[in-house]
C-alpha cells in the first residue's frame, strides 16, 4: 500500500514558478514509477510528467516540456514537480500517481495503482 499527500499548490502570476510536492508513506515507494496528472474543469484529468524508481528516466507532456520537472527523493519518499514560466491553461488540480512497475513510464491513468487527494494550481493572467 502507498499513501500519497500533494502539497504546494496556489494562486499564483503568469509567468510565476511553483513547486509540488508528493509526500508518499509505505514501503512500496521506492520500487514505485511516479506521476503527475492534472484535471481542469470540466475536462478529462491528463498526463502530464513520469518519473522511474531511480529517478534515471522521465517522460513529459508537450505541453509542459521545458518549463516542468519531475523529480523524487526516495530516502525523503517524496516526488516533486517544478513548474516554472506557469500558463492559464495549467490551471488545474494536480494529482499524484503510483505505479508498482518500477521501469514503466505510465502515462495512462490506469496504470496508476494509488492516487493523491489533488492539490489545486491556479494561474492568472
Known amino acids: 500500500q502507498v499513501q500519497l499527500v500533494e502539497s504546494g499548490g496556489g494562486l499564483v502570476q503568469a509567468g510565476d514558478s511553483l513547486r509540488l510536492s508528493c509526500a508518499a508513506s509505505g514501503r512500496s515507494f521506492s520500487r514505485s514509477t511516479m506521476g503527475w496528472f492534472r484535471q481542469a474543469p470540466g475536462k478529462e484529468r491528463e498526463f502530464v510528467a513520469v518519473?522511474?524508481?531511480?529517478?534515471?528516466?522521465?517522460y513529459y507532456a508537450d505541453s509542459v516540456k521545458g518549463r516542468f520537472t519531475i523529480s523524487r527523493d526516495n530516502a525523503k519518499n517524496t516526488v516533486y514537480l517544478q513548474m516554472n514560466s506557469l500558463k492559464r491553461e495549467d490551471t488545474a488540480v494536480y494529482y499524484c500517481g503510483a505505479d508498482r512497475t518500477p521501469y514503466r513510464l505510465a502515462v495512462k491513468e490506469s496504470e496508476y495503482d494509488y492516487w493523491g487527494q489533488g492539490t489545486q494550481v491556479t494561474v492568472s493572467s
Open positions: 518519473i522511474t524508481w531511480s529517478g534515471g528516466s522521465t
